[in-house]
């Protein structure tokens, strides 16, 4: 692309994954320009990331509206003033509702906690640890109706290991999403990645399965 990609990012809580997008802009990794962050929570310390880098914020606090499609109306208004290319959803909380991801498909990504299919929804790495499995990670997806449901563009996997808890694992998986997210993002900035037909195209190709990321993620 001649001119940087134009994202939105959402989120609802630290920002570590919009940190990592914003990062890898600056370190001219991600051919993309941030032109603004919301959140739905007025007190989101990854707002705080978004000011610290000059990129204009927004605040659309979920509770002063009556209903969810009340609050996914003003939401999308106020992203479709910013004429995005994408929507990137980096920790943001709220289920949002299905003619918002239909305006969107195929311009929204979402990363999520864990290899998708397994562990959809909250809490990904208590479960984990409780099913006892050997392996847990991040998927990157575009987002559909359906809650952590559409196609999965790429994962990285790591090791759950035998003194792990919540808190280290957790940590893990975060150090995988901050390699994965910037990279999907820098794909579809260039134009090899696109929805089609409902399944992920890159490069050209349908994706069979999703890409695996190879790089060394087992620290801490």
């Not at 989120?11 to 603004?36: D, Y």
């Not at 499609?69 to 003033?81: G, K, P, R």
């Not at 920790?91 to 509702?97: D, E, H, K, N, Y």
């Not at 003194?163 to 390699?179: F, G, M, P, S």
Request: net charge neutral; hydrophobic share 45%; glycine share 6%.
């Amino acid at each position: 692309m001649s001119e940087p990609l134009r994202i939105v990012v959402l989120i609802s809580g630290n920002g570590s994954n919009l940190q990592a997008i914003i990062e890898a802009i600056q370190q001219q990794a991600l051919p993309a320009r941030i032109c603004a962050v919301i959140s739905n929570n007025p007190n989101a310390p990854g707002l705080e990331h978004a000011r610290a880098a000059g990129i204009p914020t927004q605040v659309i606090d979920h509770k002063i509206f009556p209903d969810r499609a009340a609050f996914d109306a003003a939401l999308q208004n106020a992203i479709d003033l910013l004429t995005p290319q994408l929507v990137v959803l980096a920790g943001f909380m709220r289920i949002l509702g299905s003619a918002f991801t239909a305006h969107y498909e195929g311009r929204m990504l979402n990363i999520h906690p864990s290899l998708l299919p397994a562990f959809t929804g909250l809490n990904t790495h208590q479960r984990a640890l409780e099913a006892r499995i050997t392996e847990h990670g991040a998927s990157v997806h575009f987002v559909t109706r359906e809650l952590d449901g559409g196609p999965v563009i790429i994962q990285a996997r790591v090791p759950i290991l035998d003194n792990d808890t919540i808190k280290i694992l957790a940590q893990r998986v975060l150090n995988a999403e901050h390699c994965i997210y910037p990279l999907a993002i820098r794909w579809f900035a260039e134009g090899r990645l696109r929805l089609t037909q409902g399944k992920v195209m890159l490069d050209g190709l349908f994706l069979p399965t999703p890409v695996n990321y190879q790089h060394e993620l087992s620290a801490p």
